[in-house]
């Protein structure tokens, strides 16, 4: 059984920084990727990010240039570096790990981004 906690959400203005965290109860080294989605209210959950094993990086459209996905082997940490953030960023995130053939997921972090 894996767990995944996020944290690092919070309030933020238009045009600001945050970076969420996600730390994984096993190794990470186990999951063939990582990653966050998001999903606000009234909209489809979607996928913001992803890194697999090899280090391979995906991005949605809207976030390419402002988010950054990381990974510490040795610390079993995910990372979303957030910058230039917008409203329409605003959401729940939520950290994801694949090891066939399950994903998991933790409960999500919440991101505010006022305008």
């Known amino acids: 059984q894996v767990e995944l906690v996020e944290s690092g959400g919070g309030l933020v203005q238009a045009g600001g920084s945050l970076r969420l965290s996600c730390a994984a109860s096993g190794s990470i080294t186990s999951m063939l990727t990582m990653g966050w989605h998001r999903q606000a209210p009234g909209k489809q959950r979607e996928l913001v990010a992803d890194i697999t094993r090899d280090d391979t990086t995906t991005y949605a459209d809207s976030v390419k240039g402002r988010f950054t996905i990381s990974r510490d082997i040795a610390k079993n940490m995910l990372y979303l570096q957030m910058n230039n953030l917008k409203p329409d960023d605003t959401a729940a995130y939520v950290c994801?790990?694949?090891?066939?053939?399950?994903?998991?997921w933790g409960k999500g972090t919440l991101v505010t981004v006022s305008s």
């Open positions: 994801n790990g694949y090891i066939f053939p399950r994903h998991y």
